[in-house]
């Protein structure tokens, strides 16, 4: 029998909705600047309906994903996650030789004049599988709250995860490889995985973190790097973080001319048409540059406050789920546009390397942006869903 619905709710959630459409507004507001400083850009406009094609592709994808019931998505998560390694796994075969030597990563699949990133719809499906799993194994286990009950839960997170890291190392991707690990981290936290195992194993991670980065710093080190795999370019990027100025005018140039440019705008900007610091790809992975430039520190702690409300919305959807399938994908979600917020606004601003992560409903449009708007409809289906049944 359907039960009552409170009659003062509403089955969309608008308070999710309403920094998601601010941000896309701003992100026009950013291209725009971006497109309008760049002196190799002779038309503006076309950019700009790429840009708006992009969005309506993403807000309709956002909405079928929304109505989707749960019992569909739980059906067809394991269905999802395998046709997601299987189109990564087309990079092996297809994958853009010009993108790859230009960048140094496999991660764009060129199919004619069609060119996109699997990995952006890998790491939804790989929120779902990772949500099914915990859900699955905590449904199943006599007392989940056991060291052997942890294990086993993260012995099998790790056998859905290794596949995706194995075909993150073929791309050579270590950015959006970072991006799958907070994912997988997220989930573990909040699986209630014993205080113990976690404590270890951010230790561990920590430890691998810091040793990676002094690694670098020596000759030695980047020989040991190398026998691992790791590319001279990332090791650059960890020298230009270091120090963006002293290598201004070769390796870290992108950076330094982002830093220029952020502080040039001062207190409350140049204005978005008096941009007068180049900086390389603004339109995607240094959109921040442009927020800065055009409207100062002003403006970047407003950007920075709606991505806070964005997050902090997402954060009582989790609270509020009445289904452990759900609390678990939005945390995924939550990760993953954590990560990305963080790192691509920390490596506008100096305190992280750059590696190439767009920054949600500001960078261009792509694979990137329209994983955006699914990830906020899997978010706003857990509402929608709640208030129907």
């Known amino acids: 029998m359907r039960q009552n619905v409170n009659p003062n709710s509403e089955p969309v959630n608008y308070a999710l909705l309403l920094p998601v459409f601010l941000l896309i507004v701003v992100g026009f507001i950013a291209q725009y600047g971006a497109f309008y400083a760049d002196p190799s850009v ?216 982002g830093l220029t440019a952020i502080g040039s705008g001062e207190m409350l900007g140049k204005g978005l048409t008096d941009l007068q610091i180049y900086v390389p790809v603004r339109e995607s992975d240094m959109i921040f540059t442009v927020i800065g430039e055009a409207y100062g520190f002003i403006g970047t702690c407003t950007l920075i406050l709606l991505f806070f409300y964005l997050i902090y919305q997402m954060l009582i959807c989790t609270l509020n789920a009445k289904r452990e399938f759900y609390a678990y994908i939005t945390t995924g979600v939550i990760m993953y546009f954590l990560f990305h917020i963080l790192e691509n606004i920390g490596s506008n601003i100096g305190l992280l390397p750059l590696t190439g992560i767009p920054l949600p409903f500001i960078s261009q449009g792509g694979t990137a942006y329209l994983a955006n708007f699914i990830g906020v409809g899997l978010i706003l289906s857990m509402y929608y869903q709640k208030e129907k049944n």
């Open 42 to 257: 002779e038309s503006i406009t076309p950019l700009m309906i790429k840009q708006l094609l992009w969005t309506i592709l993403g807000i309709v994808a956002m909405f079928i994903t929304m109505f989707i019931p749960i019992k569909y998505l739980w059906k067809f998560t394991p269905t999802l996650y395998g046709l997601s390694l299987l189109l990564m796994s087309l990079l092996i075969k297809f994958h853009d030789p010009v993108m790859a030597a230009a960048t140094g990563t496999k991660r764009w699949i060129r199919l004619g004049p069609l060119s996109f990133q699997p990995s952006e719809f890998m790491k939804l499906g790989y929120i779902l599988m990772l949500a099914y799993v915990v859900t699955r194994r905590r449904q199943k286990a006599s007392n989940p709250s056991t060291l052997k009950e942890d294990f086993r839960l993260l012995g099998e997170l790790s056998l859905v995860s290794l596949p995706v890291f194995a075909l993150m190392f073929y791309q050579k991707d270590f950015g959006t490889s970072l991006v799958f690990i907070s994912i997988f981290l997220g989930v573990v936290l909040v699986s209630g995985c014993s205080w113990k195992i976690l404590t270890v194993g951010f230790g561990i991670l920590s430890v691998i973190g810091v040793s990676g980065i002094l690694l670098v710093l020596t000759e030695r080190g980047q020989a040991i790097l190398s026998y691992l795999h790791f590319q001279p370019y990332q090791f650059n990027r960890i020298h230009a973080w270091l120090n963006p100025f002293e290598y201004a005018d070769s390796i870290s140039f992108q950076q330094a001319r």
